[in-house]
């Protein structure tokens, strides 16, 4: 049991390996493009209840965005569905990734053994956007940031994503 364990390891850091040398190796000739009035649409997964949710990014400008996303999961007995809008402001741009900061306000609601829970959930957050060559309006976004969630009990948590739960989003 424990081999095959050190084996499917070995397998993730593998691949997350492999990800992160593509990105790096293709960044010297990737550059992003001008985001003023884009918009984009993707999925994310940063609600507070794992929920993956379809995503919307749209710039007025180069440097503010407004973001927006809604999941839901209709499962009986077990139903989730969470919705959010933000804002994020262009910290600095490279080449190929902007880095942003902001905020979204969001209400999550969940069913756990025909018991329904809801409340809201506020998040501050940074992140990055990637760029990949030859893919210049395809974005894979990470997040992180701290995050405060009232359903049951209110509590403070860690917001951060990994190359495997990263964000996709698509310009047009």
Known sequence: MTNILRGSRSAVSACILGILTFVMLSASTASAKELTNRL???????????????????Y??????????????TKKNNSKLAFNAGVRKILFKETNMNFYYGGQAGYVSYE?????????????????????????????????????????????????DHPLRAGIIFYF
């Open 40 to 58: 984009g649409i993707g999925v994310k997964n940063n609600n507070s209840e794992e929920l993956p949710a379809l995503a919307t990014v749209y």
């Open 112 to 160: 756990e053994l025909a018991v329904k829970h809801s409340g809201f959930e506020l998040s501050g957050l940074f992140g990055a956007e990637f760029f990949l060559p030859g893919l210049e309006s395809l974005a894979l976004t990470f997040e992180g940031g701290l995050g405060i969630t009232s359903l049951d009990t209110v509590r403070f948590r860690t917001i951060g």
């Open 60 to 73: 007025p400008n180069s440097e503010l965005a407004f973001t927006g996303s809604v999941g839901i999961d």
